[in-house]
């Protein structure tokens, strides 16, 4: 458990980090390490150049400007969940943070690192799709925006590019008459989730469903979006019946991936069956 | 003068744990010696591989490197030994670094010794071994089969041996009248034991002497010694120590004799300087001996009242690609002479084929061969009462033996000491509110809720072992006990203990047995064990047999020391020794409270024999050595209550009650841990924890994979006990260590397959019940 040798970088800008990111051969971005350095661990990355990200000011912390939350990429989990102006205002965030790892993971590791790295089984990815997060990313030539329904590429693959630094995360509030949740089902050893899934909707005095976001993670080797219940739910007055039926399509498009915890149509059954009761608890909290 | 108050059978707090709770025990990876090196294990990652060559040069040349060994470096080793040999068990050998061949993934097959931890990891990746890769054999079922990969030459067909016990003919008759034959197909799977802290060792040569000192997580230091030394390296005993110091968990696998500490025993002595090895947890994967593996045909007749009449049982038990220390005796003595249960059984069958895998060898893990009787036997019984109808409380009440205080005669050689079967049950159905419980559970389905009861009444045979029984079956060991009381001068006493602690709490409970017996405060009592080089013998722990086998050995000697004490009290007194008597810690004139000595002074006197009996030797220390006459046979009566989330197919375990009886109870607190955790390991088995492999790659092989119980899995436990001393050793003890894990498993598997009943399903081969597979079950269930 010890990692091969590698050369340790520690810049103070992101200027700086980029430079070493444009010099340096086989370098890889360190931030809270809660990843990556387990994986080093076991030696199955070896990069011959770690650059941490911890020393760079300004790179954490949260801010609230005109009904958008700004988090800094190295903001920790545990930061994440415990901010009051999150907990009240895009509380789902908070309860979202709260179910990663363990306390010790939740302190060190960080909510750019963890959707930089993109593991298909974080719970982060699933709120960032149903919320519609922003992606901040800088690069030589300045700053992109990337938007949550373009961040997750593949396994363990994002948006982000070899030569640019996930600097910040943009969330939104949602407006009145929204209510928001993420339920997983966790691995019984890693407490990963087996499948996640982030509801989000926002519902007129009649109850008519204006808008709705739902995320998928966990059973497929990438985060996506249920294009399928959302759609069955736009435009619909919720009730029960009708968020039973539209959940029915949650694992459309999700490339269900078996494993030792349940066969692919287990994964999908869970995937009906989570997305069920998010919306349940959406609902109720966006009309209570 | 006041009464001494009595501390055996108090919940002393452990005295230990202050050191172990603020991170100032001493485990094997804290000890600190000059100049050492740090050893890495170039590991297989094949299953199965023809070693063609292994290429040291580019590791030689890493900065840092002080030397690497392979198999054809260690001439003039040994095999490591299988310290238990059945009739016609093929032994194949077992090199401490392989040569010609790996069986399994992370079998070593070469040593690299640096300068740095890192050094060494670094330069062992450079070893370039050239393997020719060959088919691999994993699954118990398979070894056997036409075709499959030969892993031993000695071994045809993988069979390590095929071994049987009871009365075949008998069985075929009793199962020829019966009323009803219940025939199930049981799968034990195998674990993972995962102590807190993984195998570490470090071996040291003194150039000077010529002694080695190995310091070794270990839970038997002697045996380690004896094995290594004359069967493997050859080196006289006298001039070998082993250390075992804080050990953090074992549950068995600290038993064995290992290729790690063997090779770094034997490489500190090339090098002239220490060597250490701590394994990562990766490494403890799939290095530390593996346990259960069973796969079972079981087939239960009754006649037609839902009494047992027979029972047949084949067993295939999986080895590993090697025998490990004890491997052979696991699915044979400490399984199939189990089976008679704590039930009335006239005739009972077993036959055990153990086969060879491309897999980690297994061994004893916590329970050991009584956990898969246990489960078989309390499957079956269920599936008995489900075929004849019967409540599953009903049946086993039926076919409890009758309590008895002095011997029962099983149909599988072993004798029971005492047991009242039905009180233990009777109590349980008390607490559970049986009657109120099954009215719930009826609501509960009318509801479609998948409510479940499962009830486990077992016994085990803990105190291992008389040792002329056990030389008899096989063992190449005794399995007595030593215990040695040394008495200062100034009164404070040293205890030497063959016994090891690897967080049992004997520093506590043996120093309450002192304290008790001798009427001293117990904080002038010192425990010290693990440690060949100040201790005479040891057995070690294991088999729930320290307080049985090593208190008793300690009894022994403090029994010494007082009929000392009254000879130098009497002279002191000028009585004679017959009229002493030893009470509140003084030693007394009978009748006479007045004329009397306190301990402290008749120690003295010991060692400044001025005034002194004539012909009696100065000083006062005592060893003895125990070895028992039976075996003990604890029991008890557990339930557990689980609801099924019918969506998720997930398990919660809502209620678990166990009533215990352990004979006499030395430290209530201490055996309420044991039990505790011992249930939390067999729920872990029933629901979460598994080894897997996939064509000889352990799939399981980390904490992200293998789900080990946690806490909020667990409901608050309800216990209790009732109390049947054994008259085998005098302090009346039988062994708590392992009942937890012995009779939660199927207790769980019990609940969730009445869970399942109204879905039509009577059985489940196959542990662990994960949600996914629980769900399988119940869409492929009937209803």
Redesign the interface.
């Known amino acids: 458990?010890?990692p091969?040798?590698f050369e340790y970088h520690a810049p103070t800008s992101v200027k700086d980090a980029l430079k070493l990111l444009d010099k340096l051969d086989d370098a890889k971005l360190l931030a809270g390490g809660h990843s990556l350095i387990p994986m080093m661990k076991?030696?199955l990355a070896q990069p011959k150049h770690l650059i941490d990200l911890g020393k760079i000011k300004g790179l954490a912390g949260i801010k609230e400007e005109k009904g958008v939350f700004t988090v800094g990429a190295m903001t920790t989990h545990w930061e994440v969940e415990s901010s009051k102006p999150i907990k009240a205002k895009v509380p789902v965030v908070s309860e979202t943070a709260a179910v990663i790892g363990d306390p010790a993971v939740r302190n060190k590791g960080t909510i750019g690192g963890s959707l930089a790295h993109a593991d298909p089984a974080a719970d982060m990815p699933a709120t960032a799709i149903a919320l519609g997060f922003e992606f901040v990313c800088e690069g030589a030539k300045g700053k992109r925006t990337v938007k949550a329904d373009d961040w997750f590429k593949g396994l363990m693959t994002t948006a982000v590019k070899d030569n640019e630094v996930l600097t910040t995360i943009r969330i939104p509030v949602s407006g009145p008459g929204s209510g928001a949740c993420y339920m997983k089902?966790p691995?019984?050893?890693?407490r990963?989730a087996i499948v996640g899934v982030c509801a989000a909707v926002t519902v007129d005095k009649s109850g008519v469903c204006k808008k709705v976001g739902v995320g998928v993670t966990g059973a497929g080797t990438k985060a996506v979006r249920a294009k399928g219940v959302e759609a069955a739910l736009l435009n619909k007055k919720l009730d029960a019946a009708t968020i039973e039926a539209a959940a029915q399509k949650a694992a459309d498009g999700v490339d269900v991936q078996p494993d030792?915890?349940?066969?692919v149509e287990?994964?999908a059954?869970?995937c009906r069956?989570f997305a069920r009761r998010a919306l349940e608890a959406a609902l109720k909290r966006a009309q209570g | 003068m006041a009464t001494v108050e009595r501390v055996l059978g108090k919940s002393i707090k452990r005295r230990e744990d202050p050191r172990f709770i603020t991170g100032r025990g001493t485990y094997v990876d804290d000890v600190k010696l000059p100049g050492t090196t740090w050893a890495a294990f170039v590991r297989s990652p094949h299953a199965h591989a023809r070693i063609k060559k292994i290429d040291t040069a580019a590791a030689l040349k890493h900065p840092g490197v002080v030397a690497i060994f392979t198999g054809k470096d260690m001439t003039g080793v040994n095999s490591l030994p299988c310290g238990w040999l059945l009739p016609e068990l093929k032994v194949p050998p077992h090199m401490p670094l392989a040569s010609d061949a790996a069986r399994c993934v992370g079998d070593p097959v070469a040593i690299v010794i640096a300068e740095s931890?890192?050094a060494a990891?670094?330069a062992a990746?450079k070893v370039k071994v050239t393997w020719e890769v060959l088919p691999a054999v994993s699954a118990t079922d398979k070894a056997t089969a036409k075709g499959s990969t030969q892993i031993h030459e000695v071994a045809p067909s993988n069979t390590a041996f095929t071994w049987q016990i009871g009365d075949a003919a008998a069985v075929e008759t009793a199962f020829r009248g019966a009323a009803r034959v219940v025939k199930k197909k049981i799968v034990n799977q195998r674990l993972v034991a995962n102590p807190m802290e993984p195998r570490a060792c470090l071996a040291s040569y003194d150039r000077a002497t010529g002694d080695l000192t190995l310091w070794v997580t270990s839970q038997n230091p002697h045996v380690h010694r004896l094995l290594m030394c004359a069967f493997v390296l050859g080196i006289p005993e006298h001039k070998v120590r082993v250390i075992a110091p804080d050990v953090g968990g074992a549950f068995g696998s600290k038993i064995f004799l290992y290729n790690e500490e063997t090779i770094c025993s034997w490489a500190t002595k090339q090098i002239k300087r220490p060597v250490r090895w701590t394994s990562?947890?990766?490494e403890a994967f799939l290095t530390d001996a593996h346990g259960r593996d069973h796969v079972t045909e079981a087939e239960m007749a009754f006649d037609a009242q839902g009494k047992i009449v027979g029972l047949r049982v084949k067993t295939i038990a999986n080895m590993g690609a090697y025998l490990s220390t004890f491997a052979p005796a696991v699915p044979t003595y400490l399984y199939a002479t189990l089976l008679n249960g704590v039930y009335t059984i006239p005739a009972i069958h077993a036959h055990v084929t153990g086969v060879f895998t491309n897999t980690t060898p297994v061994d004893a893990y916590r329970g050991a061969g009584r956990p898969e009787a246990a489960y078989l036997l309390e499957r079956m019984i269920d599936a008995g009462a489900a075929a004849l109808k019967l409540d599953p409380a009903d049946i086993r009440k039926k076919n409890f033996i009758p309590k008895f205080e002095n011997g029962f005669q099983t149909q599988v050689a072993l004798n029971y000491d005492s047991g009242n079967y039905a009180a233990a049950f009777d109590k349980l159905l008390g607490m559970l509110d049986y009657k109120k419980f099954r009215s719930e559970q009826q609501a509960a389905r009318k509801q479609g809720r998948l409510l479940g009861l499962g009830f486990s009444t077992y016994i085990e045979a803990c105190s291992i072992a008389p040792s002329k029984v056990v030389g008899s079956l096989g063992a190449q060991a005794g399995l007595y006990e030593s215990g040695k009381v040394r008495v200062h001068p100034t009164g404070g006493i040293t205890v030497y203990t063959g016994s090891h602690s690897h967080g049992q709490g004997h520093e506590t409970t043996f120093s309450q047995l002192v304290a008790d017996e001798l009427g001293v405060p117990m904080e002038s009592v010192e425990i010290v064990h693990g440690d060949t080089g100040a201790i005479p013998f040891g057995m070690g722990t294991y088999g729930s047999r320290s307080g049985s086998v090593g208190g008793t050995a300690l009894l022994m000697s403090l029994q010494k020391i007082k009929e000392k004490g009254k000879k130098i009290a009497a002279h002191l007194l000028e009585a004679s020794p017959s009229d002493i008597e030893y009470t509140n810690g003084q030693f007394q004139v009978k009748g006479f409270p007045g004329k009397a000595v306190p301990f402290g002074q008749v120690a003295l006197t010991a060692y400044v024999p001025h005034n002194y009996p004539a012909g009696l030797e100065p000083g006062l220390e005592e060893t003895s050595f125990y070895d028992p006459s039976n075996f003990c046979f604890p029991f008890g009566a557990h339930a557990c209550v689980v609801e099924i989330d019918r969506?998720?197919?997930?398990v919660k375990i809502v209620r678990y009650l166990a009533v215990d009886d352990v004979g006499n109870v030395m430290n209530p607190m201490i055996v309420d841990g044991m039990v505790h955790g011992g249930i939390a390991q067999g729920v872990g088995q029933a629901?979460?924890e598994g080894a897997?492999y996939d064509d000889g790659q352990l799939?399981?092989g980390?904490?992200?994979?293998?789900?080990?119980p946690?806490a909020d899995m667990l409901p608050m436990y309800e216990t209790d006990r009732t109390v049947t001393p054994t008259l085998v050793n005098p302090l009346g003890v039988k062994g708590a260590g392992e009942t937890g894990t012995i009779a939660a498993t199927p207790a769980v598997m019990n609940a969730v397959v009445d869970a399942l009943a109204p879905l039509g399903v009577d059985h489940i081969e196959t542990m662990p019940l994960?949600?996914?597979r629980v769900?399988?079950i119940m869409q492929s269930a009937k209803r």
């Open positions: 458990m010890y091969a040798a076991l030696r089902f691995h019984p050893a890693s990963f030792l915890q349940g066969s287990y994964k059954h869970l069956v | 931890h890192d990891e670094d990746e990562s947890r990766r969506d998720t197919g997930q629901l979460c897997v799939v399981t980390s904490m992200m994979d293998y789900a080990l946690k994960t949600a996914g769900w399988t």
